[in-house]
């Protein structure tokens, strides 16, 4: 006889979610706050980060941060030709679908870019991109600008 008690009950493992290593937490770009549930910040998924670092990527201008500075992370055309009137010709649009592509396709999780359709309103571009991830998942990522 001991004086501890003894517990049959299997051992339960605790289910992490599904991350690439690191932490990283969710973010609501239509809000523009991080996701906050019962008072603590929500983590995204694997799947969710890189759905946010490619809206981020979209969001970014090269060289305007100083974080991102020397990196070459952001876009360049997309900014830089901003206010004029060259949203709607196809060598924009050829240019642009061309830099998303490989800044995206440079992410080690992101195996390939299938599809980028870009679409211009009166006074917003809507990006619709749809990656295959390297573990076989296909995403798409709407990102209004």
Do not use: C
């Not at 690439?20 to 549930?37: A, C, N, R, W, Y």
């Not at 969710?48 to 941060?65: H, N, P, S």
């Not at 206010?83 to 240019?95: A, K, N, Q, V, Y």
């Amino acid at each position: 006889m001991s004086i501890f008690p003894v517990f049959n009950d299997a051992i339960k493992e605790k289910v992490i979610p599904e991350t690439s290593g690191t932490k990283e937490p969710l973010f609501d770009f239509k809000t523009k706050q991080i996701v906050i549930k019962d008072g603590k910040v929500v983590m995204a998924t694997k799947i969710e980060q890189v759905m946010q670092w490619i809206e981020l990527l979209i969001r970014t201008e090269v060289d305007k941060y100083a974080v991102y500075k020397d990196t070459n992370f952001g876009m360049t055309n997309l900014y830089a030709l901003r206010g004029h009137s060259l949203f709607e010709t196809p060598f924009f649009i050829m240019e642009l679908e061309r830099e998303i592509k490989e800044k995206i396709e440079a992410k080690s999780d992101i195996s390939s870019v299938t599809d980028i359709k870009t679409e211009y309103n009166f006074n917003k571009l809507i990006i619709s991109i749809t990656v295959e991830l390297v573990s076989g998942e296909t995403l798409t990522r709407e990102v209004n600008i």
